[in-house]
């Protein structure tokens, strides 16, 4: 059984699945961190960690609504759901997962780390 994951709107639709979830992924992770910003609150808190957000993305290719899976502080939730929110509203259409070939319904858990610069 063969599972391939949904994939963020990017990169050569012609190249192997490999190639397509690596440049998915790079720009995904690009996106999130060139738009998400370090909440104050959390900062002057001196909190840091990951916040796990989930979303599905069904057959069709169309990400649902996200929701904090597991949150390390409000104001970095928050930050994270925001971003997310963001982004699949930028890029409505992903690549649908594919089990054996067919495209299925996928719940989707993405990682953002939020962590503080040393200051000097």
Not at 6 to 24: Q, V
Not at 60 to 86: N, W, Y
Not at 88 to 98: F, K, V, Y
Request: glycine content about 4%; aromatic content about 10%; cysteine-free.
């Amino acid at each position: 059984m063969a599972l391939h994951y949904p994939l963020f709107p990017a990169g050569d639709p012609s190249a192997d699945y490999t190639a397509r979830k690596e440049a998915a992924d790079k720009a995904m992770l690009q996106y999130i961190y060139a738009h998400i910003s370090y909440p104050t609150e959390a900062r002057e808190a001196e909190r840091e960690g990951i916040v796990a957000i989930k979303f599905a993305v069904d057959a069709s290719g169309k990400p649902g609504e996200p929701a904090v899976a597991r949150g390390i502080h409000p104001a970095l939730d928050a930050e994270a759901l925001r971003v997310v929110q963001t982004m699949l509203r930028d890029h409505p259409s992903w690549t649908p997962a594919r089990e054996d070939g067919s495209p299925i319904d996928y719940n989707y858990v993405l990682p953002i780390r939020f962590k503080l610069e040393p200051t000097e």
